[in-house]
């Protein structure tokens, strides 16, 4: 609820001080005691006599640091790529749910592979990579490849293909 020229509106100002009030007990010790921007108690004139009293100690730099413009500089890409370390535990996660011969039904698989992709696909979502859709093939051929080893005759195998064709003829044979 915002006029014309991005006056924030009292409705917004209350929201955002009643959020404030909550939040900062909660984050504000969490933080760096040199810090100072935006703290209470804490002003840009206390910062200064900071840095004096550190040369004052023989210290000869003081580094200013100010994230303002960091995320307009960043190199985005590389903010966003998948580790991959983060990558091979989720490979190995997904393996273990997704064993061939793990022996249960295909729709508790499914079941169970559901929270761990639900977990995952927000960490891989943010990467300009194209981690998911690689990563989604890879999952169903290890389902298809699990169900191929519970039909476990050629002879079912065989018969089960004829009979997925039938029903949709314009999809794929695996």
């Not at 005691?33 to 003081?62: L, M, N, T």
């Not at 927000?122 to 191929?148: A, H, K, P, Q, V």
């Amino acid at each position: 609820m915002q006029f014309a020229g991005n006056v924030p509106t009292v409705l917004d100002q209350f929201i955002q001080q009643a959020l404030l009030q909550v939040l900062q007990p909660l984050f504000d010790p969490t933080f760096s005691d040199a810090s100072y921007g935006f703290r209470p108690g804490r002003r840009a004139h206390d910062a200064v006599r900071r840095a004096q009293a550190y040369v004052q100690e023989g210290r000869s730099v003081v580094v200013d640091i100010d994230l303002e413009k960091f995320f307009d500089r960043v190199n985005h890409d590389r903010l966003m790529a998948v580790s991959v370390k983060a990558l091979r535990r989720f490979k190995q996660r997904i393996r273990m749910v997704t064993s061939r011969h793990r022996g249960v039904a295909l729709q508790r698989m499914i079941a169970d592979l559901y929270p761990v992709l639900r977990d995952w696909v927000g960490y891989f979502g943010f990467s300009e990579g194209r981690e998911l859709d690689t990563l989604n093939g890879w999952i169903r051929r290890r389902l298809r490849g699990m169900l191929w080893v519970q039909w476990k005759t050629r002879r079912r195998r065989t018969n089960s293909d004829a009979r997925a064709q039938a029903r949709n003829p314009l999809s794929p044979r695996s």
